[in-house]
């Protein structure tokens, strides 16, 4: 790319001796992109070009993350919405189970959208204990980038686990043991008894997936702390060895979290939710498939724009640090 801004400000000559030399000069530091550019003029040309490609560049960043932030926006209140409507409701005796799938189908989605932060999140903790060398973008927007995804996670967590809690619980259903028809047949049931057996059975299902889940991140959590603390044992550069305790410090946080979190599914209480109609569930039923489309596309569009939203970081880091070398490489000697 620079050796074409070059070309265009009138610096190579054709030559292709001169087009190979400053290839090399592209990643050979500051005094050999000075030397390649010998003359005052030339040097003021190349570092408005350079300065040009860094303000383009970075300007192409801050576009991306304005659609990525507009974007999430849209996503983040849509989910919010579902999520404040299944906290409320439940099955009636008619409802045939529906309310109790939306909410499975509402977590499920959530924890697929985990799984992205997820990995996310994993590649930026391999770039933060990394040297600075080989890493493609500074330490302080991995952090931030690392920062607002684990906000997110928590986010996410948090709203699987209303949803979990607005689950028929256990004790609930010790009200409808005795919930027969007593007038005719004791030992004929009712519909509601039905209801609420199958209810509180799906619903153990779905609580006991969830803490599988969290377990499963706990053991994962637990892994990478003891990689961590291997790979402090073997690293002697001061500014590495912080970067290390320090995401061991998040990781061991985040461990006594999600034991936390496991807890307050095994003692929830009996949530406080209205049971709709048949046909009210129906309705909702339908609205929310409708929403889960839109959530899905626009997901897909918000994937898409991280990635581009990463190799856009990656190039205005790349065309600032040139910009710096080259500044760097040309400054006066102010050496007495």
């Known amino acids: 790319m620079w050796v074409v801004a070059i070309a265009l400000a009138g610096l190579l000559k054709g030559d292709v001796a001169v087009a190979a030399e400053a290839e090399t000069n592209r990643t050979a530091g500051p005094v050999a992109v000075a030397t390649g550019v010998a003359d005052a003029a030339g040097r003021r040309q190349y570092a408005d070009v350079l300065a040009a490609e860094a303000a383009k560049s970075q300007e192409r960043l ?28 439940k099955d009636s005796t008619d409802s045939k189970g529906r309310v109790r799938r939306a909410k499975d189908k509402a977590i499920e989605g959530l924890k697929k959208s985990i799984a992205y ?32 995804i684990d906000t997110r996670i928590e986010k996410r967590i948090g709203q699987i686990s209303t949803l979990a809690k607005s689950l028929t619980q256990n004790e609930e259903f010790n009200q409808y043991e005795r919930y027969r028809n007593d007038e005719y047949d004791y030992d004929t049931e009712t519909k509601e008894f039905h209801r609420f057996e199958k209810d509180v059975s799906g619903s153990a299902k779905i609580k006991s997936e969830l803490i599988q889940d969290l377990k499963a991140g706990i053991d994962k959590q637990t892994r990478e702390v003891e990689s961590l603390k291997q790979m402090l044992t073997t690293t002697t550069e001061p500014k590495r060895q912080e970067q290390i305790k320090s995401q061991i410090e998040a990781k061991e946080e985040l461990i006594a979290d999600r034991r936390q979190q496991a807890e307050d ?72």
């Open 62 to 89: 801050d576009a991306i993350s304005q659609q990525l932030r507009t974007l999430d926006g849209d996503i983040e209140s849509r989910l919010d919405r579902i999520v404040k409507l299944l906290s409320t409701i």
């Open 117 to 148: 932060y997820v990995r996310e999140r994993d590649m930026r903790d391999k770039a933060l204990v990394a040297s600075d060398a080989n890493v493609a973008v500074s330490k302080e927007a991995l952090a931030k980038d690392a920062k607002v």
């Open 265 to 336: 599914l095994l003692s929830a209480n009996a949530p406080s939710t209205k049971p709709v109609s048949s046909k009210g569930a129906f309705e909702i039923d339908k609205l929310l498939a409708e929403m889960t489309l839109d959530l899905q596309s626009d997901f897909r569009k918000f994937q898409q724009l991280v990635s581009e939203r990463n190799e856009a970081q990656k190039r205005a880091q790349s065309n600032q640090d040139r910009l710096q070398r080259f500044r760097a490489g040309t400054a006066p000697d102010t050496t007495p």
